[in-house]
């Protein structure tokens, strides 16, 4: 097998690489900061006292987490835009659709994920921290601050870092609906060339390169957490 | 409500059994055989690989380290793709789509289900392992007849979580038009043409009951596995 990754570095073709490798990166930070915040709210919604909200939000979760996220996709690109108000609908095509509604499903579904994360993170903390915090003399809101959110995101930390990891992976299936990143620019880029080998070889690299930086993230968590855990 | 019944009356063989018998097996059938096929098959190498993640062998830890780390970096469709191009330059001839989703998901269940593995005999107290050798058991022996058996009965909920996600990410074959679940259900909405919400949401149904299904039955595993693991230690306590 003779390699040539000339055949595949012109000008246009690497530009549509590079269009997809930004296309990958702007896709998984814009769900990933929608699907934090989204999960801190389903977070705070499902421990509140109220039974409706709760079963809301597990709804919500297991929606998420027993379908597909191919299918979730689907669900946002072919069905929904059936369901929204047809201004919604024009606004949304109008301004690159595809990119929208694989937007909405990754967000989505990782802040199902993230959810899940974060709530366990809380409840790995044993009662007596916030009774402790309140018996020598702090308020319910600097307890919460000082005492049991910092140990609960250092908790939850190592499977938020695993979950994005997962959000970054999932932005390839995007390219189901049409959206042109890293994975479709490099079919295309194949598909005119016939050079496989190069063409998958760089868009493997380019999924390597910020995959072993998340894992990175994730090792170095672990060993915090192990190191204030005492081991 | 009225469509989803047409649908369904329609086109539910499609989507449970796809041409079968007349021609391939497809729709919900092919899906449960691609991931059943994919636990079965990654089983024994994830054994193998997790095994030698944590073996006293460097070579082994450092070959198995990097399988494991390298196919997690990527994801599941680019591995189809890499499978599409390398398995028949391995094998000297073309293999259909079916083969092809196959071999991806086997690699990259293998990856996942190493690490289940790896976790479950780091779970087990080191005095397994130390007992047993110094009773006289080879490593070999040690691994085979002391520390798998009760590493991989532990794993048995984590394992049927994989089968889980296996079924979930065998929709991804539909990229590579492999008639599963979701191409079919993509064809009967490129045939109905003006029904895509029943029928999406015939698709999510379906594989909302599966996998919702599949986690219940988990969680009772989970329990049974738990408690029969704690007696013997509650009844020497007791003792």
């Known amino acids: 097998m003779n390699l040539d990754f000339g055949a595949i570095l012109t000008p246009q073709y690497t530009q549509w690489m590079m269009w997809g490798a930004l296309t990958s990166l702007a896709l998984f930070a814009s769900a990933w900061i929608l699907a934090f915040l989204t999960a801190s709210v389903l977070v705070a919604v499902g421990t509140a006292p109220f039974r409706p909200a709760q079963i809301a939000v597990a709804a919500f979760v297991e929606y998420h987490r027993n379908i597909p996220m191919l299918v979730q996709i689907f669900v946002w690109y072919f069905a929904m835009p059936q ?3 047809d201004a919604w609908t024009s606004w949304i095509n109008a301004h690159n659709s595809e990119f929208i509604f694989a937007l909405i499903a990754l967000f989505l579904n990782s802040a199902a994920y993230m959810s899940e994360d ?16 309140r018996a020598l003399g702090l ?14 995101v250092r908790a939850a930390l190592p499977p938020l870092i695993n979950q994005s990891l997962a959000l970054f992976k999932a932005t390839s299936l995007a390219m189901a609906i049409g959206v042109a990143e890293m994975t479709y620019a490099s079919r295309q880029v194949e598909n005119e060339t016939y050079r496989t080998f190069e063409t998958f070889a760089i868009a493997s690299a380019f999924y390597f390169t910020l995959s072993f ?18 081991r | 409500m009225q469509d989803i019944i047409d649908i369904l009356r329609n086109y539910g063989l499609l989507l449970t059994i796809g041409q079968f018998p007349e021609g391939p097996i497809g729709g ?5 055989i691609l991931a059943l096929t994919g636990l079965v098959l ?25 399988f494991v780390y390298i196919v997690r970096a990527l994801p599941l469709l680019m591995l189809i793709f890499w499978a599409y191009f390398i398995v028949p330059l391995i094998i000297g001839r073309t293999v259909s789509g079916l083969t092809t989703v196959i071999v991806a998901l086997v690699v990259y269940e293998t990856a996942y289900l190493a690490e289940v593995v790896r976790a479950a005999i780091l779970a087990l107290p080191k005095g397994q392992a130390e007992a047993s050798r110094s009773l006289g058991l080879s490593y070999f022996q040690t691994m085979k007849d002391i520390i798998l058996p009760q590493a991989l009965f532990n794993a048995i909920p984590s394992i049927l979580n994989q089968f889980i996600s296996l079924v979930k990410n065998t929709s991804v074959a539909y990229i590579i038009s492999v008639d599963e679940l979701t191409y079919a ?7 109905l043409l003006t029904k895509p919400v ?36 509650a009844a020497e306590a007791a003792a």
């Open chain 2, 198 to 233: 029943q029928v999406y949401i015939i698709l999510a149904a379906i594989y909302f009951i599966i996998c919702f299904s599949l986690n219940r039955l988990v969680k009772l595993v989970e329990k049974r596995i738990h408690t029969s693991r704690q007696a013997p230690i």
């Open chain 1, 118 to 133: 974060m709530r366990s993170g809380l409840r790995s903390l044993p009662r007596e921290q916030m009774e402790a915090g």
């Open chain 2, 28 to 32: 919900l059938a092919l899906t449960l």
């Open chain 2, 42 to 66: 990654s089983f024994p190498l994830s054994v193998l690989i997790g095994v030698g993640r944590i073996s006293p062998n460097p070579v082994a830890v450092k070959l198995s380290t990097a």
């Open chain 1, 83 to 85: 369901l929204l108000p």
């Open chain 2, 185 to 191: 259900a993509y064809q009967v909405n490129a045939q």
């Open chain 1, 139 to 152: 308020s319910y809101l600097q307890t919460m601050k000082d005492v049991l959110l910092p140990q609960a």
């Open chain 1, 213 to 230: 930086a998340i894992m990175a993230l994730g090792a170095w968590a672990d060993r915090r957490n192990l190191k204030a855990a005492g």
